[in-house]
């Protein structure tokens, strides 16, 4: 599988705003979908969202669900979190990943097998 790369992080204020992309270096015919995670030091990675390939299947957990929206640039091989009114529990590293099958739970990072370095977002005034 191709490489990702995570782009966008950075230090915001609460309720501001940032831009997400994950760069998929090649596409495979493999890939089911790409998945946003976050994680916090001592705790377990969280599935945020995730976006399929055939087709244009979405969804979000509960917590970020009307602030951040998901997107895919095909010709780019891209996909984006749009992430606003951003709160200081946001504040995470943010990785993207993809999967190559459709079964079992999308928020679970351990249905990915493949993995960006991460970005680091912190929200705090």
């Known amino acids: 599988q191709g490489q990702l790369v995570e782009s966008g992080g950075g230090l915001v204020q609460p309720g501001g705003s940032l831009r997400l992309s994950c760069a998929h270096s090649e596409f495979s015919s493999d890939y089911y979908a790409t998945g946003w995670f976050r994680q916090v030091p001592g705790q377990e990675r969280e599935g945020v969202a995730y976006?399929?390939?055939?087709?244009?299947?979405?969804d979000y957990i509960d917590s970020v669900k009307g602030r951040f929206t998901i997107s895919r640039e095909d010709r780019k091989n891209m996909v984006h979190l749009q992430m606003n009114s951003l709160k200081p529990e946001d504040t995470a590293v943010y990785y993207c990943?993809?999967?190559?099958?459709?079964?079992?739970?999308?928020?679970?990072?351990?249905?990915?097998?493949?993995w960006g370095q991460g970005t680091q977002v912190t929200v705090s005034s």
């Open positions: 990943a993809t999967r190559t099958y459709g079964s079992g739970s999308f928020f679970d990072a351990s249905r990915y097998d493949n």
């Open positions: 976006i399929t390939w055939a087709g244009t299947t979405m």
